[in-house]
């Protein structure tokens, strides 16, 4: 069994920054692919960003090139920096671990952009 905690979420300004952190139990780490996902108020969840085991990513539209994602094998994390944010990008932010088609999700952080 795969438990993922997130850490780093929080109120900040608009224009500010935050980092999260999604730490994994496990030995499957290294060979999964994670990624961050989020859910607004009476929205449906959707990808933010995502980083296989080689290393590659992808993003969504509305945070390239404000949001960097990265992982750490030895520490068995997963990281979203996150700049420029956006009252818009308000939101219960996921961690998703994906081994082998096979999917885990953490208890969510919150992130609040508001002045």
């Known amino acids: 069994q795969v438990r993922l905690v997130e850490s780093g979420g929080g109120l900040v300004q608009p224009g500010g920054s935050l980092r999260l952190s999604c730490a994994a139990s496990g030995t499957i780490f290294r060979f999964s692919a994670m990624g961050w996902y989020r859910q607004a108020p009476e929205k449906q969840r959707e990808l933010v960003a995502r980083i296989i085991s080689g290393g590659s990513t992808i993003y969504a539209g509305s945070v390239k090139g404000r949001f960097t994602i990265s992982r750490d094998n030895a520490k068995n994390t997963v990281y979203l920096q996150m700049n420029s944010l956006k009252s818009e990008d308000t939101a219960l932010y996921y961690c998703?671990?994906?081994?082998?088609?096979?999917?885990?999700w953490g208890q969510g952080t919150q992130v609040t952009v508001s002045s």
């Open positions: 998703n671990l994906d081994y082998r088609n096979k999917e885990y």
